[in-house]
């Protein structure tokens, strides 16, 4: 069935460093994919997302590029901040599915 | 304002006792669905709905139960709600675009359940 995996955290990174959560999924034909993030004691909001083999979502300095070729969909930024510590969850859509998948997510830690 | 609204965020109950979660959305969201969040599984689907009158299970049903009455609210009912029934529940919302998938996930901000 269709799953999706990333990298386990928790995560810390100084301010300003290079980010990489990595994500990858099984899944047949051509799914959809999502990241979510979620702040301390909030819902799940949408941060990025990518329909299509070769697509790249970005937002607020995150991106992602769907490869299908590796089954992968990386969330990189390049810079992080404080204010991004948050878990972010990588998730897919499949058509006809009544579902979002989503890996277990991972926690990161911005330090000052 | 578009949103998800959860009531109660925080809830202490006794084993046994019968509870509900309300969920109630604005954006004339045809498709619905409950999660929970536990340590370490991510998140995990419950039941969902894809219409009014027009619900299913998820992955982890078992001990709840939804009703789908009207199209803008959701509710979860616990009738006998058990210590493992602990867990941060979130409803959501969406619309399903061309093709058939699901796009645009709105979640509640969140329900934390503890069960004594």
């Known amino acids: 069935g269709d799953s999706v995996t990333q990298m386990e955290g928790p995560v810390t990174l100084s301010e300003e460093a290079f980010l990489t959560i990595n994500c990858t999924y099984t899944?047949?034909?051509?799914?959809?994919l999502f990241w979510y993030v979620q702040y301390p004691g909030e819902g799940l909001q949408l941060l990025l997302k990518?329909?299509?083999?070769?697509d790249k979502g970005s937002n607020k300095g995150f991106e992602a590029t769907y490869r299908k070729e590796t089954t992968s969909f990386h969330l990189e930024k390049g810079s992080v901040q404080v204010s991004d510590s948050a878990v972010y969850f990588c998730?897919?859509?499949?058509?006809?599915?009544?579902?979002?998948?989503f890996g277990t997510g991972t926690r990161l830690t911005v330090i000052p | 304002e578009a949103q998800v609204t959860q009531n109660p965020r925080y809830l202490i109950t006794v084993t046994g006792k019968k509870l509900t979660v309300t969920c109630s959305q604005n954006m004339n969201h045809e498709y619905m669905s409950w999660y929970r969040q536990d340590p370490g599984l991510g998140l995990r689907q419950i039941y969902y709905?894809?219409?009014?009158?027009?619900?299913d299970k998820g992955d982890v049903p078992e001990g709840y139960k939804v009703s789908r009455k009207e199209k803008r609210n959701f509710p979860l009912i616990l009738e006998s709600p058990s210590p493992n029934q602990t867990s941060l529940y979130f409803c959501a919302s969406s619309f399903k675009a061309g093709g058939g998938k699901l796009y645009g996930y709105t979640f509640g901000s969140g329900t934390r359940l503890t069960v004594v």
């Open positions: 998730a897919l859509s499949q058509t006809g599915a009544n579902n979002l998948f």
């Open positions: 899944a047949t034909g051509y799914p959809s």
């Open positions: 990518a329909t299509k083999a070769d």
């Open positions: 709905s894809m219409n009014v009158e027009v619900t």
